[in-house]
């Protein structure tokens, strides 16, 4: 058990939140899959307001999945208030405020990253949002908003004044996007000075470096995001080597059967339609890297039915995991996103 502000958690090893990823089907796969705390993409608080039917369906979430937190990102504080308040009143055990997304979209309104820019206005938002509620507030930031001007120092002794519960520092600057690496230098040093937890995140794709950016840069935890799409045994492998054994090999059943539960999952949560895009967009990304993907990911997206979809996935991948080490593949993977 590690301490991480007011929560308990198993182990700091955690699913970095991705939009159109980190739904609840997935968010309850990947709680089953290990990761200590789940979080959900970003919700825009302008669409709380209007209680939109697909906002309030991205505030969903199932009991399985705590702890969860729900992430919201906009750039009115009186709405950033109400939609924390709405977080609450769904029961999520705390709100996460975006502000590393570094989408045009969203900095033009003055949201996402913009927000960091003036750590002095940030440090008013932050303030009245933890007034409005009674469950923790988190944020997620980058590290600057250029080379020039790394300044997440400065917003997160903004957070900390504010009574913010953690920070969790993608390490590149908004103007890096999804290039160059991150920063985890320069994470170590805003952990070293910071007066409440921080989490570091960015390009972890295996156990033993997951468990080295923990110890070797002091954060109290680390997201992981893209590497947990390749390989969703990271969570306990990093556990395991944080407790000095050797990650136990995973049977290619398992991974299989990991699919299987994805199955039942999407088809809960969505309707035959919307479970089918879903089903391809992961599969699609499992299959990355093992003989014969191209071709496969040329199927499902033909497939024409549900049961032909999957039943070609289980056949492709018992043939491409036989006798392979399951020992996931970490080159560079989905270079875009919303943090
Ligand atoms: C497809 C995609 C969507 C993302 N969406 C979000 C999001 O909704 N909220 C957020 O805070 N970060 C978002 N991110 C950023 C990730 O949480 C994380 O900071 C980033 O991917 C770096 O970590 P990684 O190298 O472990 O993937 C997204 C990233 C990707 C690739």
Known sequence: MVQLGPFKIDHPFILAPMAGITNSPFRRLMKRMKSSIVISELVSANGVKYASQRTLELLKFHEEERIVGLQIFGEDTQLLCEAAQLVEKLG???????????????VKRGAGSAMCRNPFELGKTLTAMVKSVKIPVTIKIRTGWDEKSKNAFECVQAASDAGVSWVAIHGRTRA??????????????VKAKSPIPIIGNGDITGAEQAFSRYKDYGVDAVLIGRGALRNPFIFEQSEAVMHGQTPRKIHSLEYINMMKAQRVLLEESFNPKGAMIHARKFLSWYSTGFPGASEFRRKVFNS????????????FFETATQGR??????EPFLMGGHG
């Open 176 to 189: 890096q996007g999804y290039s160059g690496l991150a920063d985890w230098d320069f994470i170590g040093d």
């Open 92 to 106: 999520a055990d705390f709100v996460d405020l975006n502000l590393g997304c570094p989408v045009p979209k969203v």
């Open 325 to 330: 080490d399951m020992s996931f593949l970490s």
């Open 304 to 315: 024409p039915d549900a049961d032909t979809l999957w039943n070609d996935t289980f056949e």
